[in-house]
């Protein structure tokens, strides 16, 4: 985070259910908190919000929604600082696989991925999930065109070559707030 916490996010499985706890470092590494139950699924990733913003602090979470502690839902943030986090909710339109997210430098909200048809690339964006007052909602899921679908194989031949990646400019040149995506596709 902005302050200088570091956040680990430890995915544990059950049989087929995968569960998230959220770990938390105060003092560089040196030290972290018990963990803290964070929903989540396989393929999980977080991002914090450092924009010093009104969500500043925030964490969201994002992971597949098929291997989960609750389907159908892909979705978790915390307004706390990890001390807790939200009922878990459905991104919108197409479920997405192997993704990351992003904040914006204005706070928005991004999250990429495969969809579940492995027919292309996805990203939804949520502008008021830095609002700590309402559930976040999504305005905006598009397709992005990669060139492919996103590949498997490689070390792990039944796992992923590579996934998509999302990435926000942050810099203070004309590219601010550009959103950058690959993966690994094939076609």
């Known amino acids: 985070s902005a302050n200088g916490e570091f956040y680990y996010s430890s995915l544990t499985r059950d049989g087929k259910t995968f569960t998230v706890d959220m770990f938390k470092s105060a003092t560089g590494g040196v030290s ?34 098929d291997n989960s502690c609750c389907f159908p839902a892909d979705f978790t943030r915390s307004t706390s600082g990890a001390a807790s986090f939200e009922s878990p909710l459905s991104l919108p339109g197409a479920k997405l696989h192997f993704g990351s997210n992003t904040v914006g430098p204005d706070g928005t909200f991004y999250v990429a991925g495969s969809d579940y048809g492995f027919g292309g690339h996805v990203v939804a964006r949520s502008r008021n999930a830095k609002n700590a007052a309402v559930t976040p909602t999504f305005d905006l899921v598009t397709g992005v065109d990669l060139g492919g679908f996103t590949a498997f194989g490689g070390v792990n031949p039944i796992g992923l070559l590579g996934q998509a990646w999302i990435a926000s400019d942050h810099s203070t040149g004309p590219t601010r707030g550009t959103l950058y995506m690959l993966s690994t596709v094939g076609n």
């Open 32 to 65: 972290w908190s018990a963990g803290v139950p964070a929903f989540g699924g396989d393929k999980q990733w977080f991002s914090v919000d450092r924009t010093g913003g009104v969500g500043a602090g925030h964490l969201y979470q994002t992971w597949s929604f």
